[in-house]
């Protein structure tokens, strides 16, 4: 897949375009700033102004590489028009995300390279992974609660880099899910994120720029789920 430009740029949310295609209900625009979904984390919402006025994203289809912008009312719009994610349910999505970052870090290293089976993340403000974890105590993993919100209050930088798929491969706990690898980009490159001190993974979502820009982080429940899967919830507080 191409590059997004909101993974490097996750912090830029309106860009001037122009409309490449339409069709009735959907643009293909030249640029934008959205985040179309995947990996655990929802779709970015935002909205997309033309000189006749605005119209709340709906949605994106992904056909090959080209993202399709889906608009609400089946409008179709031609020319200049300006794409902008919200802020709120991005900066949201950040938070989650990156806390999950953290939470995965802490069970590799505290439950023997445990590998991830599932995520998802919520628009409540909570989200939930599930490891492959089948004799785990589940006060254990209650335990990492104050860890955790350590490392938010540390304040660590999270950076992205890109390497090349062989190397990513060879790289001993970057590949994190047990099913699923992220698809590479067209140039055959991994997209890395890494905490500072922490952890690197393989990831293709929006993070924070550092773990302090996050509220802190709740525990909400642990369930079992078949025979080898625990599942996590976190919540942040004050959402
Ligand atoms: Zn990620």
Redesign the pocket.
């Known amino acids: 897949m191409t590059r997004l430009f909101c993974q490097e740029n996750s912090e830029v949310l309106r860009l001037d375009a122009k409309v490449l295609e339409a069709r009735p209900g959907a643009v293909l625009l030249s640029r934008h700033p959205f985040y179309p979904g995947g990996?655990g984390?929802l779709p970015d919402r935002g909205i997309v102004r033309w000189h006749g006025g605005e119209v709340p994203v709906a949605g994106f289809s992904e056909e090959g590489d080209a993202v399709w912008i889906r608009l609400s009312g089946g409008i179709e719009i031609t020319g200049e028009v300006q794409a902008e994610v919200d802020p709120v349910f991005r900066q949201l999505m950040r938070e989650l995300?990156?806390d999950?970052?953290v939470l995965n870090a802490l069970v590799f290293r505290d439950f023997d390279g445990a590998l991830v089976t599932g995520v998802q993340m919520n628009e409540d403000g909570t989200a939930r992974i599930d490891f492959d974890l089948p004799d785990a105590d589940n006060d254990r993993l209650r335990a990492l609660e104050p860890e955790l919100n350590d490392i938010v209050a540390r304040d660590l930088a999270v950076e992205a880099s890109h390497v090349c798929v062989t190397a990513a491969q060879g790289e001993k706990g970057l590949l994190r899910s047990r099913s699923v690898a992220p698809p590479p980009s067209s140039e055959g490159l991994i997209r890395i994120?890494e905490i500072a001190t922490l952890d690197r993974?393989a990831?293709?979502?929006t993070?924070l720029d550092s773990t302090g820009a996050s509220r802190p982080i709740r525990i909400l429940k642990i369930e079992n789920k078949g025979r080898y899967n625990r599942r996590v919830r976190i919540g942040l507080r004050g959402v």
């Open positions: 990996g984390q995300h990156t999950l970052h994120i993974q990831c293709g979502g993070h």
